[in-house]
């Protein structure tokens, strides 16, 4: 790794990925309760953005020299039950796919809302448990790395308060994120890989913004919130056997030679 990892550098990184995407989906005039109303606005008010931050996280991620650490974990948590907890978080998704009337959605709105799944999965994830958890693995306890992560996951979502979204709707949305970002978390911990929480995180996000375009309700969407309640209990046993703090690692032979 050419930067030592330390909580500050991933909470620097995480602070301009949300700043590059609040102020290119201000830009666009549209407010985020619009994103979905049309396949041009997902585009334009979001999926752009996200495109952008993904190029920016790319950048940072190599010249940092924490892919390695950022995708993988060097050993994974003895705890494998605790994978019941994003295992209902798939239930809810399919749920939502199933409910969908898909006859009711455009094939262009489903390629935005694929794009957007692909690209919110790919930067929300790198940045909070990729980059910030490699971060926080060099001066943080793994408890705290869990929670800390998790915890700026859901205030991400806050931004939404400064795209048109009511103050009222935003805040149970950041403490949804929060619990998702915990299942998220254990679904790192279990399959050792970020790849899994990032296909899951866009898996979610395409079912909900294609079922609301649909006009359905998914009977399961409870199963969401089970997911992430269950998520606030378990973590703590995926978390208490990581030995992921980075003061150890070999340097990664790429950046060294970079």
């Known amino acids: 790794m050419r930067v030592r990892p330390r909580a500050w550098v991933g909470v620097a990184v995480w602070v301009v990925y949300g700043l590059v995407v609040v102020v290119l989906q201000k830009s666009s005039g549209i407010p985020y309760t619009d994103f979905g109303d049309s396949p041009s606005n997902l585009w334009r008010g979001a999926v752009l953005s996200l495109v952008v931050g993904a190029v920016v996280l790319v950048a940072v991620t190599t010249w940092l020299g924490w892919w390695r650490p950022a995708l993988r974990e060097r050993r994974t948590t003895r705890a494998r039950w605790t994978i019941i907890a994003p295992a209902l978080l798939v239930v809810a998704v399919v749920g939502n796919l199933v409910s969908t009337t898909w006859s009711a959605v455009s094939l262009e709105f489903v390629l935005a809302a694929l794009a957007l799944g692909v690209f919110v999965g790919f930067t929300e994830e790198l940045t909070t448990r990729g980059v910030l958890l490699v971060g926080l693995r060099g001066s943080v306890a793994e ?13 991400m979502h806050g931004i939404n308060i400064f795209l048109g979204q009511s103050v009222a709707a935003t805040l149970p949305q950041i403490g949804q994120a929060f619990l998702h970002g915990l299942t998220f ?3 790192r911990r279990v399959t050792g890989s970020l790849i899994a929480a990032m296909a899951l995180h866009g898996a979610w996000d395409f079912s909900v913004f ?36 980075v003061e150890g690692r070999e340097p990664d032979p790429a950046a060294a030679t970079a």
């Open 210 to 245: 294609s079922l609301e375009q649909a006009g359905g309700s998914n009977p399961l969407a409870i199963l969401a919130i089970v997911s992430g309640v269950l998520a606030l209990v378990f973590f703590w046993f995926a978390a208490r056997d990581a030995q992921e703090a």
């Open 143 to 155: 408890i705290g790395v869990a929670l800390i992560s998790s915890l700026c996951f859901g205030l």
């Open 185 to 187: 978390y254990i679904l």
